[in-house]
């Protein structure tokens, strides 16, 4: 494995060692070594030693967990016929598996994700076969039928001792605790296939019939014509990593940013033939309002925080600058101190006479690595982080949501839900599963310093505490009072981010580089 050497300059960066064969180190990309790595597939060397712990870089001395956490993620394997196709949610035997014995779409991206850096891309194509199969049953909840793309949000195998036979069985909300379809699940497989495409160079898979006809199933779902006058997706509480309700109905960040980026991987998979013609059409027109929409309303800033609180309401033309009717006083007190001078995020959610202005990590993350935020905007996310350090990653990364609902708003809006009390699972709790996703945002910012410091936090408690799901309290002190242990997306969550700090062409697969045509002609934020 190529090394790469830093000097002691005082902001850590090198000159480019690419003429010696050598991957630059996380701090020594510039502009064009980022564009680089994001446009070049990097080939599969099936033969080169895989990371079992042992350093890979003169940089990255490996810690100690390294280890422990791929056995631990070996171990949540689930074979189908004596082929691994995914892994378990968590191996917790200390309590009642509900669900968490299923592999779960979303939750096994950073696996796969793991194993593909890790030159074992064969559990990602089974998976993948897997899922698309089963995205083509028939799928009905009580008396309704799902829409034909919908794509499964977990799967169980059974295992039948006498006949020595094995099933799969899927679940596409109709067992979920609130019934909701997951809406993610589609976009997470369309951005999985376009990381095994680019990290393996093998472009069969996603070319074979069945994986085209999964995509457009998808983009046909997304893409058709109802009432809607905005380019986002609407969608019901409990749809995505959210699985509860928490008031992200609506327009929810999460859901817009992964949109954006299925329909960026989309673009680039499918066939131009007679029946992927008239899809990429349709997508073209749905990326350019999509991002122009994004951009301009669901952004905040100090200087659009300040055009919000002098809002005029009941404007009715199309000059009117207040367009969806927002109250002023509606604004929480808490966003006032939260915003910092320099920085800014997407807010939760924007629909008529409603902004929910809570940060969600995911769905900021997603907006950078898909390039939905501009350079500028990816720019001040990471100042936000900075600034609000404490707040944002505390003792634990990452905060799903801040702030937490408190009181009477956390009765109103969750329904009382025991498990969502303030500064606990989503409702403000901690969840380690993020640190890939920052990671990854990071080295497409040019702040790895930031993944690296947030890595380096977790790292000193995870295998301690047993690789739970999530943590509680405001600094995510504490090991959450429902979370379970040994949590595979936890543990592969860590291992993913321990990747792309030492290897950043890694991050090619899961990132993508910005699109000159849906550069908007805006004015330069104030934040930047």
């Known amino acids: 494995m190529a090394t790469s050497k ?52 003169a940089c990255f001395e490996p810690h100690p967990i390294v280890g422990e956490a791929w056995e631990a993620l070996r171990r949540s394997i689930v074979n189908f016929r004596g082929q691994p196709v995914g892994t378990i949610a968590a191996l917790d035997n200390s309590s009642e598996e509900l669900n968490y014995d299923q592999v779960f779409v979303r939750d096994f991206v950073p696996s796969a994700l793991a194993f593909l850096m890790n030159g074992e891309p064969e559990i990602v194509k089974n998976f993948l076969l897997k899922t698309v199969f089963l995205q083509s049953r028939e799928k009905k909840v009580d008396n309704f039928k799902l829409g034909e793309g919908v794509m499964p949000a977990s799967f169980k195998v059974l295992h039948n001792p006498v006949r020595n036979t094995e099933t799969i069985l899927a679940d596409y909300g109709e067992s979920a605790i609130g019934r909701v379809a997951p809406v993610d699940s589609g976009f997470w497989w369309i951005i999985l296939l376009r990381a095994y495409t680019k990290s393996t160079g093998d ?34 509480d409990g749809c995505c990593m959210i699985d509860r309700r928490m008031g992200v109905y609506g327009y929810p960040i999460e859901i817009q940013a992964l949109f954006f980026m299925a329909l960026r991987c989309a673009l680039s998979l499918l066939k131009r033939d007679s029946e992927g013609n008239d899809c ?18 669901f952004w905040l800033d100090i200087k659009q925080l300040n055009d919000i609180y002098r809002y005029k309401t009941e404007e009715y033309s199309h000059t009117a600058v207040n367009k969806f009717n927002v109250i002023p006083d509606s604004l929480p007190d808490w966003v006032f101190d939260f915003m910092p001078t320099r920085g800014g995020y997407f807010i939760g959610n924007v629909s008529p006479a409603k902004m929910d202005f809570r940060w969600f990590c995911l769905g900021n993350c997603v907006a950078i690595l898909s390039s939905l935020a501009t350079p500028e905007q990816s720019s001040a996310i990471m ?42 699972y989503h409702n403000g709790g901690s969840w380690p599963v993020l640190l890939w996703l920052l990671t990854a945002a990071c080295i497409k910012a040019g702040r790895p310093q930031i993944a690296k410091r947030a ?13 739970p799901e999530y943590y509680d309290g405001k600094m995510g002190r504490y090991i959450g009072k429902q979370a379970r242990k040994n949590q595979t997306w936890s543990i592969a969550g860590y ?32 934040s930047c």
């Open 455 to 467: 890595t380096e936090l977790a790292e000193s408690r995870l295998l301690m505490d047993g690789w």
């Open 6 to 57: 830093v000097d002691g300059t005082s902001n850590g960066s090198v000159k480019s060692k690419d003429e010696e064969g050598t991957t630059p180190s996380i701090f020594e990309i510039d502009d064009s070594d980022l564009t680089r790595l994001l446009e070049k597939p990097r080939p599969l060397n099936t033969e080169r030693k895989r990371w079992t712990g042992t350093p890979r870089s």
């Open 383 to 424: 100042d936000l982080i900075e600034s609000r350090w404490q707040e944002l990653v505390g003792e634990m990364p990452l905060k799903i949501c801040y702030p937490a609902m408190e009181s009477h708003e956390w009765r109103i809006v969750t329904g009382c839900d025991p498990k969502n009390t303030s500064w606990s």
């Open 203 to 236: 472009t069969s898979l996603a070319e074979r019939p069945e994986m085209q006809r999964g995509i457009r199933l998808i983009m046909t779902l997304c893409l058709s014509e109802g009432f809607d006058t905005f380019p986002t997706l609407l969608c019901a």
């Open 280 to 297: 990429i059409d349709r997508i073209v027109k749905r990326l350019h309002a999509l991002s122009f929409h994004m951009r301009s309303y």
């Open 495 to 526: 291992l993913v981010a321990k990747m792309m700090l030492e290897d950043p062409s890694h991050l090619g697969m899961i990132a993508l580089e910005e699109d000159k045509q849906m550069k908007p002609q805006m004015k330069r934020s104030a």
